[in-house]
């Protein structure tokens, strides 16, 4: 019996160290803007479309179920100037048209966290995360070139501004093992910050408060480090 137990908890204890080990992640793919920052509203949207993301990930699995990991990534959201010029034309009496010229909304973001797997079988799992870090946020800069009923400038600019905010989120991971050390994964990771760019016009300085949260839609590449 004693011998039954001791070979039971050695195929425990290899097992269990058999699944701890460090990954490292590269992923890319679509990032959709949401709510507000997708929003076409001159107070609170910023006229976003769907961009790219770029976000590698660094996880320790301390078991068969739980890990930790830390992530970075870099989000471009495109500006859709023909909606921004429709609804700024229509905003201002004396505006006839307008040309807008736009880069695009930069969100860099460091976060760390931890993920649950609650179903692994062989080589497929599946797994949730939740996280928190900060933004880096850096609106676009715009040319515009309005065309007004009598008399206006021939053009003028919206230079960036930056602002650095708290974020927070969290996905899912579906994997398929291909070799005990690469793994082909997908990702659906939501993030949220709430950022306040300051500008200066003819008016004075003032903050404007966007809330930034954006889906990402991940393939990704996992290889084991150790």
């Known amino acids: 019996m004693k011998q039954l137990l001791l070979f039971a908890a050695l195929l425990l204890v290899r097992f269990s160290v058999a699944q701890q080990g460090m990954y490292f992640t590269l992923r890319s793919g679509p990032s959709l803007p949401l709510w507000h920052y997708a929003s076409n509203d001159l107070s609170k949207g910023c006229f976003t479309n769907t961009g790219i993301s770029l976000a590698p990930e660094l996880s320790y699995r301390l078991n068969k179920r739980f890990g930790l990991l830390i992530q970075g990534g870099a989000q471009y959201h495109p500006v859709d100037v023909g909606m921004l010029g429709e609804k700024k034309v229509s905003a201002d009496p004396f505006l006839e048209d307008l040309y807008i010229r736009s880069e695009a909304y930069k969100i860099l973001h460091l976060a760390a966290g931890g993920f649950y797997t609650p179903y692994d079988e062989k080589r497929f799992f599946a797994s949730v995360k939740a996280y928190a870090g900060y933004f880096y946020a850096r ?86 480090v150790f």
């Open 139 to 224: 609106t676009p800069y715009q040319l515009y070139k309005p065309k007004y009923f009598l008399v206006g400038p021939e053009f003028f600019e919206i230079t960036s501004s930056v602002d650095y905010c708290f974020a927070y989120g969290g996905g899912i991971q579906g994997a398929y093992r291909i070799s005990p050390c690469v793994t082909l994964t997908l990702d659906g990771d939501f993030m949220f910050g709430d950022a306040g760019f300051q500008f200066v016009s003819a008016l004075g300085p003032r903050v404007d408060q966007r809330m930034l949260s954006f889906v990402n839609i991940l393939a990704g590449i996992q290889l084991r």
